[in-house]
């Protein structure tokens, strides 16, 4: 199997180029549950030159539905400008919260505690995840195929840095996304409540997986808005009302 698992792998890591909207994985290198899609993952970690710089996570969706994925290090940006690939013309970004952990949280069959998890948390950052959706609209593809393929993520935004305590209680936020004239508005709200909550399952999960987390791992946990979609080329200003605002503009990667 693992020969399979690799080839899948490869093959999803290959789709991560420009204008890329490829047809549902061979039936022969398909995951057809839980612990096969996260084994592709885990070949394509082993596969790529850089290494984890985060994680994507939400509380489970169902007893055999993960919301887990791997953010890699050359895909981590911060500055004034951000340079990802395009899906369908546009930029697609989903507004979150980060979490960087200061200190090492190694594989354990034990896990760890909530307070173990708060106190390796270093700081907290408003972020974006870049999205782009590599299978066709048409593709037919299940979780299952989405979940090998990182879950549409094709890296991490890193905004400025929030006061940890008002991050904690950040279970709605008002958002706005504002280009120009174009302004979108969003009355945002944590798809788990409070957005700190699915680390503590992650961390509990990956580790007693025999993963290990290393200090410097930024970890999103899901968007207060869903997608947004925005123009390439124009400065863009994002405002979580009453906790920050910066602005970046938006490359398109070739």
Not at 25 to 47: G, H, K, M
Not at 93 to 121: C, H, M, N, R
Not at 206 to 233: H, K, L, N, P, Q
């Amino acid at each position: 199997m693992t020969i399979i698992f690799n080839q899948a792998a490869q093959e999803l890591l290959n789709r991560r180029a420009p204008g890329t909207k490829a047809p549902r994985l061979d039936e022969t290198l398909r995951p057809l549950n839980l612990e096969d899609a996260l084994q592709v993952q885990s070949s394509i970690i082993d596969l790529r030159s850089d290494k984890v710089a985060g994680w994507k996570c939400l509380l489970p969706l169902a007893e055999d539905k993960f919301v887990v994925a791997p953010i890699f290090s050359d895909t981590v940006q911060q500055g004034a400008s951000c340079e990802l690939y395009a899906d369908n013309g546009v930029v697609r970004i989903e507004p979150e919260i980060a979490f960087v952990l200061k200190s090492d949280l190694p594989a354990s069959s034990d896990g760890y505690t909530e307070e173990q998890i708060d106190d390796a948390i270093g700081s907290c950052h408003m972020a974006l995840e870049l999205i782009q959706s590599r299978y066709s609209d048409d593709s037919g593809a299940e979780f299952y195929e989405n979940l090998a393929d990182c879950l549409v993520n094709q890296g991490l935004y890193l905004g400025p840095q929030l006061e940890r305590e008002e991050a904690y209680k950040a279970s709605t936020v008002n958002v706005s996304v504002t280009q120009n004239e174009n302004i979108q508005q969003f009355d945002g709200k944590h798809p788990n409540g409070l957005p700190q909550t699915p680390i503590y399952w992650l961390i509990n999960y990956m580790t007693r997986r025999g993963v290990d987390f290393e200090a410097g791992e930024a970890i999103i946990t899901g968007s207060y808005c869903g997608v947004v979609e925005v123009e390439f080329d124009l400065p863009t200003t994002i405002t979580y009302a009453g906790l920050g605002e910066y602005q970046v503009t938006f490359f398109e990667k070739n």
